[in-house]
């Protein structure tokens, strides 16, 4: 049976080709992924000046944000954007700055930014040098795989959904459940096969021909190995050109956010709700 992967919303633009993926299958192709400093910010002591030290972006344009306090994507990415700098511009403020072009385009203070699938708010920007900064709290990188990120790195980028928008995926909230870990990078013709495994907490929640947003692309899952702890999927080429999944190696980690209707239904299930409705019937 085929497998279904979904891609980018708009072909048209092409991404930036300095930093776009330009084989279709692409492997190893990011430095060692542990960064120190990342490992530092998950402690609550403040560290001192780091070594990458980050000055506050000159904003171009002050512009106020009409962005809804809970945002939704569709795990579409739109764009490749590439880590320029992280680290602490304040003693407890740890914020990373990405080079765009795509999201720069109506960028607003306070938007919400899918950043490899995690839900950041924008807090500066620079129209005139393509990029924005974001600030991201200890728990975050305790929780997703953005602790291994570091200067250079390739991140999946994709601006909250609007009314407006094609639904060309699914909900994705960017609320990270947790991570996984890529076991296994099997090609098959210009495709490439992709095993994660997870902690059975999440596992439960996937199932086969469902979908799973992995680093913020939604992918539809192909088969579950519950004994193993593990799910693949399958990205065709064009996906891998567009997507920073195919850049990463066997062992690098992965964010994932299961589908929260899964969650909805056993919420619903274990409060006793079903046995409600059959007694009132």
Not at 59 to 84: A, M, Y
Not at 209 to 219: E, H, M, N, R, W
Not at 244 to 263: A, C, R, S, W
């Amino acid at each position: 049976m085929a497998a279904i992967s979904f891609t980018v919303a708009s072909p048209s633009k092409p991404l930036n080709p300095s930093i776009a993926p330009k084989n279709p299958t692409i492997f190893n192709l990011l430095p060692n992924p542990w960064n120190p400093q990342l490992k530092r910010a998950l402690f609550l002591k403040s560290p001192s000046i780091s070594p990458i030290f980050i000055r506050p972006l000159k904003t171009q344009q002050c512009r106020t944000s009409s962005t809804p306090t809970t945002s939704l994507f569709t795990g579409i990415v739109e764009e490749i954007g590439q880590i320029k700098q992280l680290g602490y511009d304040k003693p407890d403020s740890f914020t990373m700055k990405i080079q765009a072009k795509l999201i720069l385009e109506d960028i607003n203070l306070g938007d919400s930014i899918s950043v490899n699938g995690t839900c950041l708010t924008v807090d500066d920007f620079d129209t005139q040098l393509l990029e924005f900064s974001l600030g991201i709290a200890p728990e975050t990188l305790r929780k997703t795989s953005l602790i291994e990120l570091e200067k250079g790195s390739l991140v999946n980028l994709e601006r909250a959904l609007r009314p407006t928008t094609r639904m060309g995926g699914h909900f994705v909230q960017g609320h990270v459940d947790g991570t996984g870990e890529i076991v296994e990078l099997k090609p098959e013709g210009d495709s490439l096969w992709v095993k994660v495994k997870t902690a059975k907490e999440i596992l439960r929640y996937i199932v086969p021909k469902g979908f799973i947003a992995v680093d913020g692309t939604s992918l539809t899952v192909v088969d579950v190995f519950d004994e193993e702890d593990c799910f693949n999927f399958m990205l065709v080429a064009y996906t891998q050109q567009n997507v920073v999944i195919p850049t990463k190696k066997v062992g690098q980690k992965v964010n994932l956010e299961v589908d929260i209707l899964g969650k909805h239904v056993e919420k619903l299930l274990s409060s006793g709700f079903v046995d409600a409705i059959k007694s009132s019937s």
